[in-house]
């Protein structure tokens, strides 16, 4: 059956809602004071890098995680996907090439004979962990949280109505 959206889910999202409101409201206040202008088109996230370091004195690598910021132009986001584990893929309209040099090495006399220059197209694809997913969202749809709340009372008056109508007995569908 549908999903029940309780008075306090409602609440708790206005609350958060406010409070994202409340540290615009503030940044915007800082921005003032110092005579700065805010960049209103980057969407700032966190970013975790895998560094491995190495331990020399039994030569093995051990894997650390970093926690680095980083930002895109919300401006130039295609399309965003929402992963099976929450986290959100982000693709950008920047498309640009990336030219690598490899040598031509003879296979007879294994001997480097030039280079070869090869150029690949790529288009920017930023994974967004699901609590950065969640604040693009928010971000990028103006109408999110009404939207979300109006989506699941359709769907909850929907599945009533269905439910209703079929005798409580069939699958209930679209």
Request: avoid cysteine; proline fraction near 2%.
């Amino acid at each position: 059956m549908g999903e029940v959206i309780s008075i306090t889910d409602k609440m708790r999202d206005l609350q958060e809602y406010n409070n994202l409101l409340l540290e615009h409201l503030n940044l915007k206040a800082e921005y003032e004071l110092l005579n700065l202008k805010p960049m209103k088109n980057q969407f700032f996230y966190t970013r975790k890098e895998k560094i491995n370091q190495v331990d020399h004195t039994n030569n093995t690598e051990t894997p650390t995680f970093v926690l680095r910021k980083d930002s895109f132009n919300i401006n130039h986001v295609v399309r965003s996907i929402e992963m099976h584990d929450g986290s959100v893929l982000v693709l950008l309209d920047d498309i640009h090439e990336r030219t690598t040099e490899t040598p031509n090495i003879n296979t007879k006399n294994n001997k480097v004979s030039g280079t070869t220059r090869k150029r690949d197209t790529y288009q920017s694809e930023i994974y967004l962990s699901p609590e950065d997913g969640e604040r693009f969202y928010k971000v990028t749809a103006t109408d999110y949280l009404e939207g979300a709340v109006i989506h699941r009372e359709s769907a909850m008056e929907r599945a009533i109505e269905v439910m209703a109508h079929d005798g409580d007995t069939k699958t209930i569908g679209t």
